[in-house]
């Protein structure tokens, strides 16, 4: 990093982004020390660990971590890695155990992380090893909201609540509509993109541009969940979209802020019986005991948890996505992606959503493909000598006043389709990346809630 000029490349109040973030190797490794091991990181959702012993596995950066019930009940997280010779302690992804004996030479941890038994302990270290000090290594923190499980390194982070910040207010949306909590759907999707990380992260934090042009092909399909925007499902009313940007380069669209999408909801539920009815009408009572604002938002369709961890939730009938964009090198990607639904929903909604989420966000899906190939070309134009020395151009409504008149909605509010998301989300990441010395607030505009 010692060349590189971050104030250089990342010129957000310009709308102008070196194509050198997205390739530089150097650039990259001071992502995994000032990003992956200093931000809270989404590990696992609670309801994938219900009992003691319950374990899945994960990546926080390029370490793989182990996270696990104890037989106490508490979830930790650790380095999967054996303190021995390094050798990964659980090789499989999710399961219920006791304690791990690592394939190598056998020695085992307990699932609270400590050294059992060491072969060899009398014979070959004559009694000496300090057992207590070769324990797994801990993840320095962990904390769930809602059920969603962060972990960080830093032990001197900020709480996981300053953390999300804003954040909380859509979070406890989802967290709260859900009947019975949030309840992921066992298994995973996992796959490779040959793609920068950061190029997956900011399609989820803002991009609805590219929504009616890359799935085009998706949205003439007559599909009436996948496009509610559609006039075949909305006849009578236009929907408002708006994107909303947080401190801490966090980012959500597509949100509509004056009740449409319970509306749609409502709408659908009537064509699948009493019983999705009085689900929808439930869920929205619940919202509306939280507050008559966050009732009116109903859903949270697309966003990004800085730096890495997107949801999609476009209703109470469709499925909750996640989806976790794992670096592994500055041109490759893991995609691992969860769908969710509620514990309480009745069976046709999780049936539907299982489906659904196959059909549409799977690597033979309808829909995720086409951001794949997006990422992958993307990401292949800033390898080039030529391409390197460009911009991508993140103009949009860089000009534009915010949105004013919801008062009581917080974050940064634009209109749809619009980039102030992404300047957010680049401009806090080169604030983290100068090592938090206080980089240059390149993007500074009022804060509308702050306004009145
Ligand atoms: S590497 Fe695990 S026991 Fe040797
Ligand atoms: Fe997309």
Redesign the pocket.
Known sequence: MSDVNLQDLVRTDEGLISRRIFFDPDIYRAELENIFAKCWLYLAHESQLPNPGDYTTNYMGEDPVLIWRGMDGEIRAFLNS??????R?CRTDSGNARQFA??????TYGNNGELKT??NFEDGYFGDLEKENWGLHEVSRLTSYGGFIFGNWDADAESLDGYLGDLRWYLDILITRSLGGVEVIPGQQRYSVAGNWKIAAENFVGDSYHLAHSHGSAYALPIRQLNPANPMVFRDRKLEYYDIAMEGGHGFTQFTLSGERVEVDRMLAEEMGPEVVEYVEECHARLVKLSEAQAKVHALPFGNVFPNFSINDFSALRPVGLYLWTPKGPGNLEVWQWAATDRDAPQVIKDMARIDFTRFQSTSGIVGPDDTENFEQVTQSTAGVIGQRLDFNYQMTLERELVEGFDDVPGYISTYVSEENQRLFYQHWANLMDGGRGARQVYDKPRLAAQG
């Open positions: 054996c303190r021995h010779r390094g050798m302690v690592c394939p190598f030479h056998g020695w060491v072969p």
